[in-house]
């Protein structure tokens, strides 16, 4: 591992305390902080979501306060000088980051525009441009990818890309925010390979994140947060020694995938499913989706699995109408077309930013329901956590706190069928348990939930029947019961392509 007594303090905080200025003037999001980060420090920063994880992040890369609005107290020195002495240019030359979505960061259209910004930006010779970009795009195998429009490219493929951009001016730090929270297995060991080569090149680097297992081998220290202040500190090797059952009364995911288990309940097909007619989706001779016949059991959880560009949102977007097309959802008493399907179906997509609309959160929840009530909307947010936050803006809130506001809008909408795209993206583990309790509550109502999914815990935890794609087709589909759960195990460490952090 890397050596954690350098004399070199890159990041040092004395007594900081951070509120932004939308919260009220009780709502600190960091308290106190007393923390030294050295040089070449791999550092992880677990814990709930909201408990201030990105805010800390967003002062090593001066995010707050040369972009987010924020009351900053205590001292804060990078490299040994004060932060007010950085601007957001400065700071760009020395930080790299990485966000949860990749695309909230790009500025360009195709993935070659997109590497050479940074040093365009920075008003670098063409020559050296050029030079960096070949290097860059060989260190991530993006050659064959330079012209490709980034609109075109998976979640997996956009989060090379955002890494492989943040590199582009050989940055000492790199600050990574939530980096895995949609990406598939294969993007995953692709994460962890850039890791591994930062690591090796001697640079520091700061991660926030709720899942663990990744990251082992990998970590010199970790900081356990809890309500804006640092609750616990140790090695790398401290933490991931550490069995599933302790992370887990911490709120915490595992550490290791082999501790995965099977907990969905085991239910017995019902007698009454929804039938989706075949799927035939393709332009100018490409087929993406090519489907027979689909049974979606009501009353249960339906977990779509697959790489990232195998088809599952297509698939998605058809059953909630959003496509034209001439598919068919029936069930013994009626037939939905698309515009039907847009009527009974409630989505929630993986950019829930994009979905809240309201001035508060109270009011977010009320737009869904058939009778808008307060007293309803709150004994919605009770169930969640979220009471406290009722009078709060949506995009004033974290991620984790928004995806369970936009599962609560899908919730109090009561349609029957209830499609969520990777509901799971930036919870810890005590939120993902309480979404999952959530959806097993709407099942026994008799409300139907199809999930896409790249969070085994959560999938191991909820799916009754799993649908496998792979490059538009139906790869394979199986009932989880009683004694398919270790099939559904077995998948997904198929599906992991992670075998050494899997052993």
């Known amino acids: 591992m890397n050596s954690v007594t350098s004399n070199t303090e890159l990041l040092n905080l004395r007594n900081v305390s951070v509120r932004y200025e939308h919260h009220d003037t009780a709502c600190w999001s960091l308290k106190n902080i007393d923390l030294q980060i050295a040089k070449s420090e791999v550092v992880l920063f677990c814990g709930a979501s909201g408990c201030g994880k990105s805010t800390l992040l967003r002062l090593a890369n001066g995010l707050i306060p040369h972009y987010f609005d924020a009351d900053v107290e205590g001292s804060i020195q990078v490299q040994g000088k004060a932060l007010e002495h950085f601007n957001l240019a400065l700071m760009a030359k020395q930080v790299g980051s990485v966000f949860q979505n990749p695309s909230s960061q790009f500025f360009a259209t195709t993935v070659e525009d997109e590497l050479a910004f940074a040093l365009e930006n920075q008003s670098y010779p063409v020559a050296s441009i050029n030079q960096r970009l070949a290097e860059v795009a060989e260190q991530f195998s993006l050659q064959d990818q330079l012209p490709q429009s980034i609109f075109d490219l998976s979640s997996g493929q956009q989060q090379k890309l955002a890494c492989a951009s943040a590199s582009m001016l050989n940055p000492d730090v790199y600050v990574l925010d939530e980096p895995s929270a949609n990406l598939d297995a294969e993007g995953i060991a692709m ?51 550490r069995s599933s059952h302790a992370l887990e009364q911490q709120g915490l995911r595992p550490a290791h995938f082999a501790d995965l288990c099977c907990s969905a309940s085991a239910a017995s097909r019902p ?107 709150r004994e919605w947010l009770q169930q969640v956590g979220l009471e406290e936050l009722a009078d709060t803006h949506p995009l004033a809130m974290s991620r984790g706190q928004q995806q369970r506001l936009a599962l609560l809008t899908a919730l109090a909408s009561e ?62 589909q199986f009932d989880v019961g009683a004694d ?6 077995a998948e997904l460490r198929s599906f992991q392509k992670l075998s050494t952090l899997i052993a």
Not at 210 to 229: C, I, K, T
Not at 300 to 323: D, E, P, R
Not at 422 to 443: F, H, K, V, Y
């Open 191 to 241: 994460l962890r390979a850039t890791i591994q080569r930062w690591r090796t090149q001697g640079k520091t680097i700061l991660i926030a994140e709720h899942r663990l297992y990744y990251l082992n081998g990998l970590v010199d220290r970790v900081f356990h947060m809890a309500e804006g202040q640092i609750q616990d500190t140790m090695t790398g090797e401290q933490f991931f020694s």
């Open 271 to 377: 007698d009454d499913s929804y039938r989706l007619s075949p799927i035939r989706l393709g332009r100018n001779g490409q087929v993406w989706l090519d489907m027979p016949s689909l049974s979606l059991p009501k009353g249960q959880v339906t977990t779509i699995i697959g790489a990232n560009g195998a088809g599952k949102s297509s698939l998605m977007k058809v059953l909630a109408g959003q496509h034209r097309d001439k598919v068919v959802l029936s069930d013994n008493q009626t037939q939905w077309r698309w515009r039907a399907r847009q009527r009974h179906s409630f989505f929630v997509s993986q950019h829930v930013h994009q979905q809240l609309i309201a001035d508060s959160v109270l009011e977010e929840i009320q737009l869904s329901m058939p009778e808008p009530s307060e007293q309803g909307a």
């Open 415 to 476: 349609r029957e069928l209830l499609l969520l795209d990777e509901p799971t993206s930036g919870l810890d583990w005590r939120n993902m348990a309480a979404l999952a309790e959530l959806i097993q509550n709407a099942c026994r109502c008799n409300r139907t939930v199809v999930v896409i999914s790249h969070d085994p815990e959560f999938i191991a935890q909820v799916s009754q029947q799993v649908l496998v794609l792979e490059s538009g087709y139906l790869k394979s």
């Open 484 to 489: 398919q759960g270790q099939q559904l195990l």
